[in-house]
């Protein structure tokens, strides 16, 4: 058996796996050094894979109960086979979208926050990739809160934010929701701004997406310049790593202290990912009795 290796990006997150085929079954020894491995870089890349569904699920299982796949923009067609794996892809097929989210660019969000009990994890596989565009950026909540100024802690301290779930991450209106044009009034569940990871007990930001957000209890423009200047800072540079995608490449981050987005890309080129989300707990931390 190959030796495992963690390789670090030498930036604010991300770590290369190196001696695993992910389409058999993992030993405990190795499933250990991967979840050592994760906790400490939050985004783990698993070049040269060749997987199924059904590979991808067991893989993603060994971190928890799957959640099933999100609800998908009107007109897409779902019959992937599988309710945990949502096909992530631009590709349309008799004019039928085979996936969701197009070629444009997708936002900086968390998946799935505005369920009230997020997904822990996601896991990314590649397909197809288009031969420009098309990465896939992170960025380090830990490091994000941790970076924050002071008064910008002061103030989303205790603070909750409504995550929409009206939208997708490239603003495609949900199959059943209304275009939101009040967002004091924006569906979606009610996170705290800081959590704590429940396994490293360490706080982050937890923000989700930026679109049609609002935090509970202030005006309406003092919410949106409190979130105008915290996601300028959560968004530097320094705080991210972005991932330049093979086929074969599968992605494992930790969606409770990173954010993802995606660069846009030709509309003529073909990229098919699939994706699997493993179920979470509900976010806590430390919210204001004024605020909840």
């Known amino acids: 058996m190959n030796k495992v290796k963690v390789i670090s990006s030498g930036k604010a997150l991300s770590a290369d796996i190196e001696g695993i085929d992910l389409s058999k079954a993992l030993d405990p020894a190795t499933r250990a050094t991967i979840l ?40 897409v067609r779902t019959d992937v086979g599988s309710d945990f794996v949502t096909v992530i892809s631009n590709v349309v097929e008799n004019g039928v979208a085979i996936g969701d989210l197009g070629n444009a660019e997708a936002l900086w969000h968390t998946d799935m926050s505005y369920n009230e009990i997020p997904p822990m994890a996601s896991a990314l596989y ?24 002071q008064d910008l802690r002061q103030r989303v301290s205790g603070r909750l934010c409504v995550h929409d779930s009206s939208t997708n991450s490239v603003g495609g209106l949900r199959g059943g929701y209304e275009a939101v044009t009040d967002v004091s009034k924006t569906p979606g569940a009610r996170h705290p701004m800081v959590i704590t990871h429940p396994v490293t007990k360490r706080e982050c930001l937890f923000l989700g997406r930026r679109r049609n957000a609002y935090i509970v209890g202030l005006p309406v423009n003092e919410s949106e310049e409190l979130l105008d200047a915290v996601w300028a800072h959560t968004t530097k540079k320094e705080l ?53």
């Open 126 to 149: 590649s397909l197809e990739i288009p031969p420009v565009g098309g990465d896939t950026g992170f960025c380090n909540m830990y490091q994000a809160w941790e970076t924050l100024p």
């Open 36 to 75: 050592e491995a994760w906790s400490e870089h939050l985004v783990l890349r698993f070049r040269g894979q060749k997987l199924s569904d059904p590979d991808l699920e067991r893989f993603s299982a060994m971190l928890g109960p799957l959640d099933k796949a999100p609800t998908y923009s009107k007109g």
């Open 240 to 292: 991210s790593w972005y991932q330049e995608w093979q086929v074969g490449d599968l992605i494992l981050w930790d969606n409770r202290c990173v954010m993802h987005r995606r660069e846009d890309f030709d509309s003529n080129s073909r990229r098919i990912m699939h994706r699997t989300q493993i179920a979470g707990s509900k976010p806590y931390g430390r919210v204001s009795a004024t605020t909840a």
